[in-house]
């Protein structure tokens, strides 16, 4: 590859649960993930992340950076570097886009959910979403920095990956 293009990719997380979408076109079509897209011209990140959220499930947020991933897909001659973004609170009505359907999961341990409606809410579907996920949202889940780097094989697995704290 010989290009970085730069995404974004961001999450609401409130009261312990947390705010997906399911991907109905483009790109990793099929899977459960965070809202972004492309960072355009002239953005920086945040912007186009807050952008992006808007766009793709109607609401608004002060979005904070929480890691940063940088990925290599052998299917695609680019590679991805993607900022991942976070807020505890929003405004605005979740709304179903054409590119997205929104869904709220639970984001704790059963057993220290207190709340009987997010105690009811499914799982995190780690199975059904990018297979780097796993490795990186419970640093996200528990407010710590990470950084992290991920090559996936042409047919789709995941190669080669690590993930570590960010410390200063
Ligand atoms: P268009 O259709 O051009 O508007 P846009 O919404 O700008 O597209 P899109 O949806 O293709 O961009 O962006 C890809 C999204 O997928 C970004 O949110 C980043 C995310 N993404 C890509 N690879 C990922 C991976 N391995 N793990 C992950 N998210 C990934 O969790
Ligand atoms: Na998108
Ligand atoms: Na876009």
């Known amino acids: 590859f010989t290009e970085v293009r730069r995404y974004t990719n961001a999450f609401i997380i409130q009261d312990g649960k947390i705010l997906l979408g399911y991907k ?11 809202f972004g897209g492309k960072v355009e011209p002239g953005e920086s ?4 992340a807050e952008r992006e959220l808007e766009e793709e499930a109607g609401i608004r947020a002060q979005l904070r950076l929480a890691g940063t991933l940088f990925f290599i897909d052998a299917k695609v001659p680019w590679a991805f570097h993607i900022d991942i973004f976070v807020a505890h609170t929003f405004t605005g009505e979740i709304i179903e886009t054409d590119e997205m359907r929104p869904q709220w999961f639970c984001a704790q341990m059963a057993e220290d959910t207190e709340d009987p409606e997010v105690a009811r809410l499914p799982q995190i579907p780690y199975d059904r979403m990018w297979a780097d996920d796993i490795y990186w949202m419970p640093q996200l889940l528990r407010d710590t920095p990470f950084a992290g780097r991920m090559d996936f094989a042409k047919n789709g697995t995941l190669r080669k990956w690590w993930v570590a704290k960010v410390v200063n």
């Open 24 to 34: 109905k076109r483009g790109y990793g079509q099929g899977l459960w993930n965070g």
């Open 45 to 48: 990140s945040l912007q186009a």
